[in-house]
């Protein structure tokens, strides 16, 4: 590390790279972002069309990146991806653990099968994707790094998302459990929490009255741009960040400094 120049430091070139929900809003920013950097990078999603998109970009951009069709609660199909990467690229050596979704309402209302998705999603296949890659790497004899998504609503509360809020929570709680159990392997795993950036699933709600009063309450007065999260990413993924490990990275304008 002493005497490396910045542009090496942060130098992804080698490394292989696996971003899941890859095909819009943060997650495409996140492939984009890496493969700039020198990544190889696997794209994985649900929908096929949406990461064929995000391959043909970082192509035109001179990357490389290769599309896998994966749902993150399938287990039986995580480990075919796992495979199929390694087979065309090898090892994964840094996840992006990004995939999410949400659902809206009051935390009586919430439908059991609506709990249930969001916890599946957001905060299982976080911790399956984690831990399958850990155990290629182990078997590997590999260092590597595990970055998860996690977001500024798993370290403070809003009303009508409480399920999403929980596994974002639980998100936090288990990168710090990473961090203790693979760090000495040399695995570092560290999360980033972003404010509000407009994304699928939360398109249209900044232009309502509710939306711009949120926006009033952030110390910057504005919603981030997904460039924004670059300089997170790239830390946490590279060697710049190399003592890093067990961290959560807000990225979010300041709103954990601001009221409710």
Same mark, same amino acid.
């Given at each position: 590390?002493?005497?490396?120049?910045?542009?090496?430091?942060?130098?992804?070139?080698?490394?292989?790279?696996?971003?899941?929900?890859?095909?819009?809003?943060?997650?495409?920013?996140?492939?984009?972002?890496?493969?700039?950097?020198?990544?190889?990078?696997?794209?994985?999603?649900?929908?096929?069309?949406?990461?064929?998109?995000?391959?043909?970009?970082?192509?035109?951009?001179?990357?490389?990146?290769?599309?896998?069709?994966?749902?993150?609660?399938?287990?039986?199909?995580?480990?075919?991806?796992?495979?199929?990467?390694?087979?065309?690229?090898?090892?994964?050596?840094?996840?992006?653990?990004?995939?999410?979704?949400?659902?809206?309402?009051?935390?009586?209302?919430?439908?059991?099968?609506?709990?249930?998705?969001?916890?599946?999603?957001?905060?299982?296949?976080?911790?399956?994707?984690?831990?399958?890659?850990?155990?290629? =790497? #182990?078997? *590997?004899?590999? !260092? &590597? /790094?595990? $970055? +998860?998504?996690?977001?500024?609503?798993?370290?403070?509360?809003?009303?009508?998302?409480?399920?999403?809020?929980?596994?974002?929570?639980?998100?936090?709680?288990?990168?710090?459990?990473?961090?203790?159990?693979?760090?000495?392997?040399?695995?570092?795993?560290?999360?980033?929490?972003?404010?509000?950036?407009?994304?699928?699933?939360?398109?249209?709600?900044?232009?309502?009255?509710?939306?711009?009063?949120?926006?009033?309450?952030?110390?910057?007065?504005?919603?981030?741009?997904?460039?924004?999260?670059?300089?997170?990413? =790239? #830390?946490? *993924?590279?060697? !710049? &960040? /190399?003592? $890093? +490990?067990?961290?959560?990275?807000?990225?979010?304008?300041?709103?954990?400094?601001?009221?409710?």
């Amino acid at each position: 590390m002493q005497g490396a120049t910045l542009e090496k430091l942060f130098d992804l070139t080698g490394r292989v790279a696996l971003v899941t929900g890859a095909g819009t809003g943060l997650g495409r920013g996140f492939a984009l972002t890496l493969a700039a950097a020198g990544a190889t990078v696997a794209v994985a999603a649900r929908r096929s069309d949406r990461l064929a998109a995000t391959v043909n970009e970082i192509g035109a951009q001179d990357g490389t990146a290769a599309a896998f069709s994966l749902d993150v609660t399938d287990r039986e199909r995580l480990a075919v991806v796992f495979d199929e990467i390694e087979e065309r690229f090898g090892v994964v050596d840094i996840v992006v653990n990004n995939a999410g979704i949400a659902r809206s309402g009051l935390l009586t209302d919430t439908a059991d099968a609506d709990w249930d998705a969001v916890i599946d999603v957001n905060l299982t296949a976080v911790h399956r994707v984690g831990a399958e890659a850990v155990r290629r =790497l #182990l078997a *590997a004899g590999r !260092a &590597g /790094s595990i $970055i +998860n998504i996690a977001s500024v609503l798993g370290v403070r509360v809003s009303a009508g998302l409480g399920a999403y809020i929980a596994a974002k929570s639980a998100v936090v709680q288990l990168t710090k459990a990473q961090a203790l159990e693979w760090g000495p392997r040399g695995i570092r795993a560290n999360a980033i929490a972003p404010g509000y950036f407009e994304t699928d699933i939360n398109t249209g709600y900044f232009d309502t009255p509710a939306g711009q009063a949120m926006v009033e309450r952030i110390p910057l007065r504005r919603i981030g741009e997904i460039e924004e999260l670059q300089g997170a990413l =790239l #830390l946490l *993924a590279s060697n !710049a &960040g /190399s003592y $890093i +490990n067990g961290s959560i990275i807000n990225v979010d304008g300041g709103h954990l400094c601001s009221s409710l």
